[in-house]
């Protein structure tokens, strides 16, 4: 019972990130969980429209940076900050005055 609290935490912070419940078995793997929990940081401050450094900084000091994510001035952009690119896709050269969307 005592760590249900982690365990909801958690998969709040994989519905934040866009990312599967199911992710949670991975954190529990020795040396992978590194990985993935590097990735999640970066996923979390992409999400709120921040760089790499904020993402350096959720690593090192997370007692400091989450709660500057929760009480600032940040909005939350979607999941990994899918609103924050081109609704058109990634595509540097689709331009879209001269290159209309296909629907």
């Known amino acids: 019972m005592g760590s249900s609290y982690t365990d909801y935490n958690t998969i709040v912070l994989l519905e934040i ?18 990985v993935f929990v590097v990735w999640t940081y970066n996923l979390l401050s992409k999400s709120f429209g921040q760089s790499e450094g904020f993402t350096v900084g959720l690593l090192l000091l997370s007692f400091i940076f989450v709660p500057i994510l929760g009480f600032g001035n940040y909005k ?28």
């Open 76 to 103: 939350y952009l979607g999941p990994a900050g899918a609103q924050q690119f081109s609704p058109y896709g990634n595509d540097p050269y689709n331009n879209f005055p001269n290159n209309p969307p296909q629907v």
């Open 17 to 34: 990130v866009g990312k599967p419940i199911w992710w949670i078995f991975l954190f529990l793997i020795p040396c992978i969980n590194i």
